[in-house]
């Protein structure tokens, strides 16, 4: 089993920045994919950003999140990180990270192919 706990979350006025992290607990050394994932009231979840450990580690971000967000892994503290710059008012949402230990998968930053997931934190940003 792996356990994810998100942190980092609040309120920012927009142009502004946050740090999530994502600490993993369990069997980490399992963990192949570690993504980050939003979900806006009265939208459906989606990927923001992705990590993938193979070949050295692959970043995958979603278009509206280029250049603004950065994800890294620090594998010494099993934790994933999500850098938001230049925050926009539609950046607000739930955020939550999740983990997948399979070798392949379709779609990086597809929900539906992620197992495990954190609770969620709050990013709200104002305008």
Request: proline share 2%; aromatic share 12%.
């Amino acid at each position: 089993q792996v356990q994810l706990v998100e942190s980092g979350g609040g309120s920012v006025q927009a142009g502004g920045s946050l740090r999530l992290s994502c600490a993993a607990s369990g069997y980490t050394d399992s963990l192949r994919f570690m993504g980050w994932f939003r979900q806006a009231p009265g939208k459906e979840r989606e990927g923001v950003a992705a990590f993938s450990s193979g070949g050295g580690g692959f970043r995958y971000y979603a278009d509206s999140v280029k250049g603004r967000f950065t994800v890294t892994r620090d594998n010494a503290k099993n934790t994933l990180y999500l850098q938001m710059d230049s925050l926009l008012p539609e950046d607000t949402a739930m955020y939550y990270c999740a983990a997948e230990t399979r070798a392949y998968i379709l779609t990086i930053l597809d929900p539906s192919e992620y197992t495990y997931w954190g609770r969620g934190t709050q990013v709200t940003v104002s305008s």
